[in-house]
């Protein structure tokens, strides 16, 4: 009996729309418990403070709830038909990741998750309960218990099917299902994701340190990006793909489907120039229903300054567009303007305006980043 609903629900959620579908048992193995309580130990979740505060919840799918017996793990194929490296080519313009250039993959994952739990409600008796990224939910070891991939090197989902590019969610149900059978590691010896980071975030296969992240530095980190790091970053204004794009097993994936992860244009290739005399309003404006919008104006002008800051050759209107920021008024904003403004413009100035500014700056890490630029060897590194 339970063996015809398990496939009645696979079935189910492929006609509505999922690219891969597959059932654990609601418990975890206590490896993947154990490699949780390492990342918390060392630190390597950053200021992500909520990932220590749920991290009992997290790593038993019924301390999360109780009545929880097999879990439904669901997933989205996002992948492009571009090569999602692609942007790295022009410096004057930025990269988001391929996640983002989309509809914020939260309400449509969300919306087909609710429609099937619906589905399932009215057919077998028993609660459910969905979740998303958002929640307390270790997503990557339950969908390889699943079958639907395994955590590849780079920490990351990879499946056979879809390499690097699904989203996931989950439906928890208190009816006790057969588990499919789980997926096994199929990295082998390639490394090409470690040695594609550009910010070396990864201390040890199958570990990641997110304080180098280039996805946690854009989008989790609230304050300014460590100094040795922002080089590194390049034109990464939002996430960095490639440790995903270099998967081997992206070679037997195909483009997603699902329209709300289609690319708009504006978000493919966006002039930093325009984008850093972006003001809240119109930041709102251009991001709305994506993932970008939820990181908020000041982080993103953040990144975009790190990215001026980060081009070779900068032409007239990207030091104009970081002289502007100059005047912001967040100090997360005016720093990053400072950092960006030193590394491109003429030296004298740069000295002109740290002299006429650094008196009348009120915030101590714009202070700072005034008084660094009294190291030459790290600023005004187009005017050597």
């Not at 939820?294 to 970081?322: C, K, Q, S, W, Y």
């Amino acid at each position: 009996m339970t063996a015809a609903i398990r496939e009645a629900i696979r079935s189910q959620a492929l006609a509505m729309g999922f690219d891969a579908v597959g059932f654990a048992e609601a418990r975890l193995a206590d490896a993947a418990r154990a490699d949780l309580a390492e990342y918390i130990d060392r630190g390597y979740h950053g200021d992500m403070g909520w990932l220590a505060h749920t991290a009992e919840r997290r790593g038993d799918p019924r301390t999360l709830w109780a009545d929880a017996r097999s879990v439904v793990v669901l997933g989205l194929n996002y992948g492009g038909a571009d090569d999602p490296l692609a942007g790295a080519v022009d410096p004057e313009t930025g990269v988001i990741s391929v996640y983002a250039r989309g509809q914020d993959y939260h309400d449509t994952v969300k919306k087909r998750l609710k429609a099937l739990a619906r589905w399932i409600a009215e057919r077998w008796p028993g609660e459910l309960k969905v979740f998303v990224d958002t929640a307390p939910v270790m997503e990557k070891p339950l969908a390889q218990q699943a079958g639907l991939g395994w955590q590849g090197k780079h920490t990351n989902l990879v499946s056979r099917g879809f390499g690097s590019w699904l989203f996931l969610g989950e439906i928890y149900l208190s009816l006790a299902l057969e588990p499919d059978v789980p997926d096994e590691d199929h990295c082998g010896a390639c490394r090409r994701c470690l040695d594609a980071c550009p910010t070396d975030a990864f201390p040890a296969p199958y570990k990641l340190d997110a304080r180098r992240c280039i996805s946690y530095l854009t989008i989790e980190h609230k304050g300014p990006i460590p100094h040795e790091l922002r080089p590194l970053i390049g034109n990464r204004i939002f996430g960095c793909d490639d440790c995903l794009a270099v998967c081997p097993w992206n070679k037997f994936a195909q483009a997603g489907h699902e329209p709300a992860f289609l690319p708009r244009k504006e978000l493919t290739a966006p002039r930093l120039a325009e984008l850093a005399r972006l003001d809240d309003a119109a930041f709102r404006a251009l991001f709305a229903g994506t993932s970008v919008k939820r990181t908020g104006r000041d982080r993103f002008l953040r990144n975009v300054l790190t990215a001026i800051g980060n081009v070779p050759e900068a032409g007239p209107e990207l030091i104009a567009a970081a002289r502007h920021c100059l005047d912001d008024p967040s100090p997360l904003v005016r720093g990053a303007a400072v950092w960006a403004f030193g590394r491109i413009a003429e030296p004298r100035v740069v000295t002109a305006e740290a002299k006429a500014r650094l008196s009348g700056e009120p915030d101590p890490d714009v202070t700072a980043e005034w008084q660094r630029l009294q190291a030459p060897v790290e600023y005004s590194r187009a005017w050597q």
